[in-house]
């Protein structure tokens, strides 16, 4: 399909702030620009003009996307870039890297988005845990992005207690389950990520269904209702107000992450250097 690039760069309130997305917020922008402009061109081959554009595409049109971008949805941000453009060499780490390390040096792509979302957990009176599993809550798809949920809980689970990785675990599952009674609705993005028709699969059925009889379910469920994905490119946002509760709630391995044999020290190692080959 033909961009009009000027049409989709304006739309998004120009070069500015694009540069100041991160790169999912800028390939769900383009992808949902590209679909209109794609459900437009459908709806004017169907009635013969120019129709009222279908705001969301089926599941099977978005199976059909499949075949026209050079990359998997579920690849990481850091691993695949979504510019197009070839990739930048990263800098170098410490070498006993900490948290702040990897948001600094690592985490270009999902930083900006977690820190929306844990600003406003903060700001909506959330519990230090929650507001900790905000701010960790998508990090991970640095690296990968299918069942982010479960990647990152284990990601982070030696070194934040069992709250935190669980919230963190399940707020992908939870997602697609509306809970008015906290004013969570389905978010739209997802019908235009997933299609308008698109049923998750018994997994996510299943883990929705134990989930929210658990007593932490409430943690997890604040994630989602504090995720943050209406991006705001011209927010300006900080960890400085997120140092104390890293400083208590996160085990800083005094060797670094990657260094700390730890089950998941690979994990933080691929992170560090997604250029290693092998
Ligand atoms: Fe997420
Ligand atoms: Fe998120």
């Keep these: 399909m033909e961009i009009d690039r000027k049409a989709f760069l304006d739309s998004l309130g120009g070069a500015d702030a694009i540069n100041r997305m991160d790169s999912e917020a800028r390939a769900d922008a383009l992808e949902h620009h590209m679909l209109s402009q ?45 510019t197009g453009e070839n990739v930048k060499r990263l800098p170098p780490m410490p070498e006993n890297p900490t948290l702040l390390d990897f948001f600094k040096l690592r985490f270009m792509e999902t930083a900006n988005h977690v820190l929306q979302s844990a600003t406003l957990a903060m700001k909506t009176g959330m519990s230090e845990e929650v507001i900790l599993a905000c701010l960790l809550h998508d990090v991970v798809q640095e690296i990968i992005r299918t069942d982010h949920g479960w990647w990152g809980a284990q990601l982070f689970e030696p070194y934040v207690s069992e709250k935190v990785s669980f919230a963190i675990r399940y707020h992908q599952a939870l997602r697609y389950y509306p ?44 994630v989602t209702v504090n995720d943050f994905y209406a991006f705001d490119p011209n927010a300006v946002v900080s960890i400085d107000p997120f140092l104390d509760i890293i400083g208590r709630h996160f085990k800083q391995p005094k060797e670094g992450l990657g260094n700390d044999n730890s089950p998941v020290a690979h994990m933080w190692r691929t992170i560090a ?5 092998l």
């Design 179 to 222: 809970d008015p009674a906290v004013g969570y609705v389905y978010p739209d993005l997802y019908r235009t990520l997933f299609g308008s028709d698109y049923v998750p699969p018994p997994y996510i059925e299943m883990t929705y269904q134990t989930v929210r009889k658990h007593r932490w379910y409430m943690d997890a469920r604040m």
């Design 273 to 277: 250097r997604p250029d290693q080959p």
């Design 38 to 82: 794609l459900n437009r061109a459908i709806g004017a081959d169907q009635n013969g003009e120019q129709s009222e554009a279908k705001q969301y595409p089926t599941a099977a049109e978005v199976e059909a996307q499949i075949e026209t971008r050079p990359f998997r949805q579920g690849a990481g941000f850091l691993v695949v870039p979504r």
